[in-house]
């Protein structure tokens, strides 16, 4: 058996990195499909003082007061990860900790240097429907 030359343990190493590389990414190539179009709540989902995300959409929506409920999209505008949770009356972005108000999206602090895209809920019977 002839020893493996120099050249031939980079290329084997190099196509052992591409290859671990496109494993990598076939994880990044499957995004959670969300929904950006009208989604629907039940009302009752929505704590009052706080607010819920919704998975597979592009909405947060919240209930400051009992009966007024808001919805925001989820998108901060910092870096662009979604908003993951509601924790009382702030909405956060646990990518890089902004915190934005369930009132009104806006700011109250991290690195976002704006608030969250509205979007408009509207209560009927014991729904709500969000739209962009």
């Known amino acids: ?74 998108a901060c505008p910092h870096a662009g990860c979604d908003v993951s949770k509601v924790v009382e009356s702030e909405i956060i972005c646990t990518c890089h900790d902004s915190r934005f108000s369930i009132s009104d999206g806006s700011r109250l602090s991290g690195p976002a240097t704006a608030g969250l895209g509205k979007a408009t809920a509207k209560a009927s019977g014991d729904k709500v429907s969000i739209t962009a």
């Open 1 to 74: 058996m002839t020893p493996a030359t120099r050249r031939d343990l980079l290329r084997t190493g190099g196509l052992a990195a591409a290859g671990v590389g496109a494993t990598a990414l076939v994880g990044c190539s499957a995004p959670e499909k969300k929904t950006t179009g009208p989604a629907e709540v039940a009302a009752a989902d929505v704590p009052v003082g706080s607010g819920k995300i919704l998975e597979g959409t592009n909405y947060v929506v919240t209930q400051p007061t009992k009966g007024s409920f808001c919805a925001f999209v989820r």
